[in-house]
C-alpha cells in the first residue's frame, strides 16, 4: 500500500466515531485471516497463484520481480477506460493532489467495481488525508476481490497501528509477510511491533 506522506504524524481528529470503525476494521480482520479461499479473484487465477507459490519460497532477489509481476498482473483491468483512470489517479497522488486522484478512483470503482486495485489505490489516497474508516472500506472491497492482496493486508495492519490495536496489527503484518516474506515494509513492521506484543503476552 503505497502511502503518501507515510512518514507524517498520524492523528485521528474529532472522534471519528473510533468504536464503529474499530469493529469495522476487527470484522475486516476476521476475513483477511479466515477467508483466503473463499472468493474468487478477478485476475488470471492460474498466474497468479503461480506467481504467489514462488513469492512465498523465493529469495529477496527473486521476489523483487516476482512482486512486479504480482502488480503489473493485478493492475490489468482488462478494460482500457478503467486503465486510464487507474493510471490518472496514480498521477494525481505522485502529483500530491488527493482531491483529484479521489475523483479518478471514485469513477474507477463506480466503472469498474470488480477491479482490487481501484479500491486499493483509493484505500491510499483516503489514508494519506487520514480518513480511516474510508480506507477500512475500500480495504475490505480489495480483500473480498483478492484475499492474498499483501498490499491491501499492510494497509489493514497500519490502520490497526493507528487505531491503537498493536496486537491485530502485528497479526494482520504477519499475515501478509506469510504471502510476501521479503517485503521489507512489512518485515520492518512486524520487527517493530513484535518486542511490544511478545510483552504483553508475557
Known amino acids: 500500500m503505497d502511502i503518501p506522506g507515510r512518514n507524517a504524524t498520524l492523528t485521528i481528529v474529532m472522534s471519528i466515531a473510533i468504536h464503529n470503525l474499530k469493529g469495522t476494521v476487527a470484522a475486516l480482520f476476521v476475513l483477511v485471516t479466515f477467508s483466503t479461499s473463499c472468493f ?3 485476475a488470471d487465477s492460474r498466474d ?17 520481480a516476482l512482486d512486479r509481476q504480482l502488480q503489473a498482473l493485478w ?12 493510471e490518472r489517479g496514480r498521477e494525481a497522488l505522485d502529483e500530491g493532489d488527493v482531491d483529484a486522484a479521489l475523483d479518478h478512483l471514485t469513477a474507477l470503482t463506480d466503472h469498474a467495481p470488480d477491479f482490487a486495485e481501484g ?3 483509493r484505500a491510499s489516497a483516503f489514508f ?9 472500506a475500500d480495504l475490505e472491497h480489495v480483500l473480498t476481490l483478492n484475499p492474498n492482496h499483501y498490499e ?10 493507528v487505531i491503537g490495536e498493536p496486537r491485530k496489527a502485528y497479526e494482520a503484518y504477519s499475515r501478509a509477510l506469510a504471502i ?21 503476552a508475557l
Not at 497468479?48 to 523483487?64: F, G, N, V
Open 180 to 200: 510476501h516474506p521479503h517485503h521489507e515494509e512489512v518485515t520492518n513492521a512486524v520487527n517493530r511491533l513484535k518486542p511490544q506484543v511478545e510483552g504483553k
Open 152 to 161: 491491501a493486508i499492510y494497509g489493514l495492519g497500519l490502520i490497526f497501528e
Open 48 to 64: 497468479e497463484d503461480e506467481l504467489l507459490q514462488k513469492l512465498a519460497q523465493s529469495t529477496p532477489d527473486q521476489a523483487i
Open 128 to 136: 494519506g488525508v487520514e480518513r480511516f474508516g474510508m480506507a477500512a
Open 119 to 121: 479500491w486499493h489505490l
Open 75 to 86: 493492475s490489468q483491468s482488462g478494460s482500457a477506460s478503467a486503465d486510464l483512470l487507474l
Open 40 to 42: 474468487a479473484q478477478q
